[in-house]
């Protein structure tokens, strides 16, 4: 199983940024799919953005699209999700997730989750 540990995130603005991070414990990490998604309190896990190799790009969902972009570090086994233009409805935990062995915005899809992160933003 990969081990994922996520850094990053806290309180901001909005309007303000911030940079998530999540270093994986595997070995083929410039070859796997590397996903964040959000759970807002009361709800499930969403998918939120996620970088493919093998697709050569990135896919987000709506809500982030055009605020948000994924990129990864493969010497470092680092995968980032830098978050711009924040609003308070982006307020969540945030997860990383690798593993995958379904389609890709599905969250049982993947077998290992970072430990979660809280961002918060304030109006």
């Known amino acids: 199983q990969v081990q994922l540990v996520q850094s990053g995130g806290g309180l901001v603005q909005a309007g303000g940024s911030l940079r998530l991070s999540c270093a994986a414990s595997?070995?083929?990490?410039?070859?796997?799919?590397m996903s964040w998604f959000h759970q807002a309190p009361g709800k499930g896990r969403v998918f939120v953005a996620a970088?493919?190799?093998?697709?050569?790009?990135?896919t987000y969902s709506d809500s982030v699209k055009g605020r948000f972009t994924v990129s990864r570090d493969n010497a470092k086994n680092t995968v980032h999700l830098q978050m711009d233009s924040l609003k308070p409805e982006d307020t969540a935990v945030y997860y990383c997730?690798?593993?995958?062995?379904?389609?890709?915005?599905?969250?049982?899809?993947?077998?290992?989750w970072g430990q979660g992160t809280q961002v918060t933003v304030s109006s």
């Open positions: 970088n493919i190799p093998w697709a050569a790009g990135n």
């Open positions: 997730a690798a593993d995958l062995k379904g389609p890709i915005r599905v969250e049982t899809s993947y077998r290992s």
């Open positions: 595997v070995r083929t990490f410039s070859g796997a799919a």
